[in-house]
């Protein structure tokens, strides 16, 4: 998912604000050498993600603690489960502790609320996730939503061609983006653009756009886009990818959807997203 380096990095970040010179209160009230388990456990209804930052972070504190996993990322799970336990010396779980929930209640949060939304949905397109997410924190935040049932869409300005309005204006005109981008795009790579208006369908297919970004349409103006759409392909069928962004919510998710797009991004499963409520409880 994520390189040992930018993994370490941000590990030893989260370690390093918190611990600090070390911990004082572990230091005074426990013996040295004390040895221990405590079992993290589910104290809401989640779908749980970030296992593995779990891990890392006991392993990072201490390589001689022993954490044993008892669920897997994308489990939905109902309070009080057991997910992990850990074991080992008793000073180093507990500075490894807020830390490692830390982790696990930010990214299980991102994975229980991208489930609502796919439930909300229901079927026909696929739930798409932005580049709305905590800095140094997109590939795991990223893994979370595809551990709720969601989908990544490109992880950077470097991974996707998506021609918004500002480079349109910047470009002068629609059409002069996408054949730009277009010629120099790298083999294989796919050219969306980014529709406000309706009348910007037929010169964005004109271009040779491959996906459509219907961006803050109502549900009417998207079963307008949809039809416009198959209308320039017909009779043959439709060739080009719809998307939808913006103004998209829990209770507008499903009118969305049965406008017969093809995805939905919602940046909320990432930017707004509530931690779940995780704790370790000592065995």
């Known amino acids: 998912m994520s390189s040992p380096t930018s993994t370490d990095l941000l590990i030893d970040l989260a370690l390093s604000e918190d611990l600090g010179p070390g911990d004082v209160t572990s230091r005074l009230t426990i013996p040295l050498g004390a040895q221990g388990q405590a079992l993290i456990r589910t104290r809401a209804p989640m779908t749980v993600s970030g296992l593995k930052a779990v891990s890392k972070v006991f392993a990072r504190v201490d390589d001689q603690l022993a954490v044993e996993l008892f669920v897997k990322d994308g489990d939905n799970l109902p309070p009080g489960a057991n997910i992990a336990r850990v074991a080992g ?66 992880f950077g300005l470097f991974d996707g061609i998506l021609i918004k309005d500002n480079h349109i204006q910047a470009a002068g005109s629609i059409e002069k983006a996408i054949q730009d981008a277009r010629q120099g795009a790298p083999h294989g790579l796919k050219v969306e ?11 964005a297919l004109r271009a040779e756009a491959d996906i459509l970004l219907l961006d803050n349409m109502s549900p009417e103006e998207l ?31 499903r009118a969305v959807a049965l406008t017969g797009v093809d995805f939905i991004s919602v940046g909320a499963i990432t930017h707004s997203a509530p931690w779940v409520d995780v704790g370790l409880d000592w065995v």
């Not at 653009?193 to 010169?203: A, G, K, L, S, T």
Request: net charge positive; charged share 25%; hydrophobic share 40%.
């Open 89 to 154: 010396e008793a000073r180093s779980i507990l500075a490894a502790e807020r830390v490692a929930l830390n982790f696990l209640g930010r990214l299980s949060g991102i994975a229980t609320l991208t489930r609502r939304y796919v439930q909300a949905m229901g079927p026909g397109p696929s739930l798409l996730d932005t580049r709305k997410t905590t800095p140094g924190w997109r590939l795991w935040e990223k893994a979370a939503v595809v551990d709720g049932g969601g989908r990544n869409h490109r």
């Open 193 to 203: 653009v980014e529709v406000d208006e309706i009348r910007q369908i037929w010169p």
């Open 223 to 253: 079963k307008v886009a949809v039809k416009e759409t198959e209308n320039y392909f017909a009779p043959l069928a439709r060739e080009v990818l719809l998307e939808v962004s913006g103004g998209v919510n829990l209770e507008t998710i």
